[in-house]
């Protein structure tokens, strides 16, 4: 039997699909939506689980799913991370530190959304997964769609969900000067600004913020 290690990082797209499971330990998936979601073609996917269940990472699973325009769960078969393959947490800790989870990896993909007044990371960004937001984002001239397809992208990179606030600058300035709860949640924990054309940097400080 051959080492389960050695056919693991054969290609990106294994890479990615590795990412996807291990950073949704506790999840079941169906094939369509592990390819949708990691954005690799069928046959890509197919032949990338095939070798990620060969190797034990993952192991298929039969689960009951509500799909759309179905009011009853339908089963599905599907796949899971495999809880008790031995390396399992020596390769979360890997491929999560060599993952491109960083304010400039995050750039690269958003400003193909239009231009960035304000740009704040919290969350999985700075290691704090109990946060409820992980990027908040301002525009003079919103496309929701854009900054949506930008986010997923990344998503597809990383195997991540990453939470998202999009708004008007001048809402994200009002709502800082108001303390809303969605400001407050994200500047009152752990937080880094990596575009402000606003001075909202400035602003919070003022207040009872956390830099």
Known sequence: MADPLSILFGSQARVKLLRF????PSKDFSFDEISRRARLVRRTARTEVNALERAGVIKKKVFFEQ??????KTRVHGYALNKEFPELQALQTFLFETAPIDGKSLLAYLRKAGTLDFVAVAGVFVREFEQDLDVL???KKISQAKVENAIRALEAEIGMEVRF???DSEDLKYR???NDKLTRNLFDYKHQIIVDRLGIKDEIHKGSYRG
């Open 137 to 139: 984002v301002a525009m």
């Open 67 to 72: 799909l759309p325009g179905n009011d009853k």
């Open 176 to 178: 800082v000067g108001m």
């Open 21 to 24: 499971f291990l950073f949704n």
């Open 165 to 167: 606030a999009v708004m």
